[in-house]
DNA sequence: ATTAGTTTTGTGGATTTCCACAAAATCATG
DNA sequence: CATGATTTTGTGGAAATCCACAAAACTAAT
């Protein structure tokens, strides 16, 4: 005889249900950890599942001790309730667990928590009837959801596109939509090593859901690329904190799923929506310039930090106009072909190294000796003031400019 | 009785008509010690004489040696005849000059060697009368001079502006223009101080059509500017010749004219005609840049050395659509007016200096311990590093560019 | 192979730069 | 004007950079 064999108008009227048979608290989730009901009985209630219900999520540090305890794989692999032993440290109590699965997917989780008395054979049992029960009752949330996650997609893609002119139009299609908006946001792009597959979007989904480092209203997935809206919780420090974020989404991904992130890059941090365009086209710009300068754009992950390659692709095409003959350079690379020496090279990873002597010779393998040399020559046959900052500068350029016209 | 009061068909005729009478061989030039005419008989020679007559001018160290010596600008102030004392250094003999006038201008010269004899009064009379009869013959070749000059301005415009697409257009133009070819040639500006009056004009064209440094086929003058096309003789050290050219012809406009020339300039150094509108642009960039950063570019006078400077232009308009907003001169700005402080000043003035603490401590009137502490108040509010090039280079030209911004 | 010219490496000392610490001066602010 | 924070200047020693000189290695010709 199963307890849950009848009709139910709401999540929240079947997790009072589920909560009066078993005689304890029950909390249900989604597959992202996104609080969808609890039950209201007065029972004791663990400080994990207080603040779950205030935030209507449960809490980063606690998803992360359980993923650290081996908790969730469990449940996305196994069908079973399974217990979970006191995690203190993030307010966690004694908990009984099990996952609600479609096919082979997860759609949610039960939470259950263990009271004075260990559970019988019998109340784990009725678990595994209420999470088959609460299959059909999700079901139909999720069917909800993917209607308007529909709309939302192509509202993002126009926001990315520029296709807004209006600041104000903009938050109102974000009210309609019911997408949060916040006072500040950056777009950020990751490049996946594979083609992002739809198990693997379920995944990503998850990360971005779960995380509070900053809020995500909006993400889309293209092929080897996710491009998210990344909203920073204060102005203060948003750069560190998209960095942070950035780093443990790729941690994550990896630690986690075995995907394997190759970049990651943002772009500025605008407060008007009608910026998010341009956003855009620096995340993009930083991962370019990151696959041309690998080596030289290693840890840079912002726009900002981009530096000077912010505008080569302005000067690669005034470059390619015929514009900016540097006769320095020229020289160098012509002595250089005739010598077969490494003039370019050498001024290269001087200059990479700020002018310092010794960096350099390390980076090169030469005695500092070596180098002083050729900087002794590159300064007769470039005709150039090693310590004149202006013509550093352009020699810098154009060396890394001449770099990019090949990458192409 | 006047022996020169008869039709001659030719000035080589005049020549050696006043050769005839004074017994002696005569030279005559224009105001611009260009070559116009030369006795034949057979008599003694000096080298000046002989260099002259193969060059068809007056070589530029005889020119430079009349100057200093007080002879030319005598003859530019008196109608007498004078005696010039022989400059065996440049190969003179021992000379009698006297100027061929026109109202209150100098159309040319006469020039007679004292031979064994020393001149009698009457000699003096005769080349007197010589210099009036020369007068008439010399404003014939004028007049028609002035008419091919005006073509000859219309077609320099026209090459300046990129009025031609083909190189072989504009060197059959040459030919018939009769304006001589160079395989090299750069554009050239001067600005003067005061704007250039017809006298001022003169004196311009005297010193291009004397000076040997380089050939300068074409030049025009427009309000305060001179624009010259220049053509050095080797490529091997063009530019420098180029710089010499610049350096020397202020020095002798104030020298002989007390002209002030404020600045010069001059484009990249091209083989193909049609480039010469780039070269004039490139040529008005550098004083642009020097105007607007006379402290920076102070010795800058070529468009290679403007150095990252060229393309400031471009970067200007990109940082006119709001591009290019740089976090860390931003914070430092602030800082600045927060506390009224000098940070901006300060780092703009250590990367002027190369990093180099020393100088700029210097160059500041500080404590080098005091720019320590300054440039680690920089690093720590502008969130930069000080030994990243790539930082240090877009912090450096956004420095500059702000500067540029509002001095426009 | 020889040879002159160029490049690399080594050595040692003069000079400069860098740092840590501290005192003095200045500034902001109640 | 008292106070604490910030900035400037001073001192001295460790570390690094720079430079001159020379030997060795290498190259490109004859």
Redesign the interface.
Known sequence: MNPFATHFDSLEEFADRVSEVLQCPITIEDANHRLIAYSTHEHYTDPARTATIINRRVPEKVINSLWREGVIPKLLSNREPIRVEMISEVGLGNRIAISIWKNKEVLGFIWAIEMEQTWTEEQFELLKQAAKAAKNLLLQLQIRKHKKEERIQEFFWKLLTGHFSSHNDIIQQCHVLNIPVYPFSSVVIFHFKQEIQPQVERQIDYLLKTTQQLAVPLYTIDHHRLTLLAAPKSNANA?ADIKRFLRSFIAQMNERFRIEITDGAFG?IYECYTKIE?SYKEAQTVLNMKRAFPH?LGNVQSY??L?????FD??LE?KRD??????TLEKLKQYDNRHHASLVKTIETF??????VNETAKALNIHPNTLAYRLKRIAEIGEIDL????????L??DVKLAKYETSH
Not at 351 to 356: K, Q, T
Not at 387 to 394: I, S, T
Request: aromatic share 14%.
């Open positions: 750069q500025s341009k030289d900002q930090e530096g000077m390659y912010q505008f302005l000067l005034k015929g514009d900016f003959y540097n006769e200059l990479d190294h700020d002018s310092n310590h004149d900052m202006n013509q550093k500068v352009k810098y350029i």
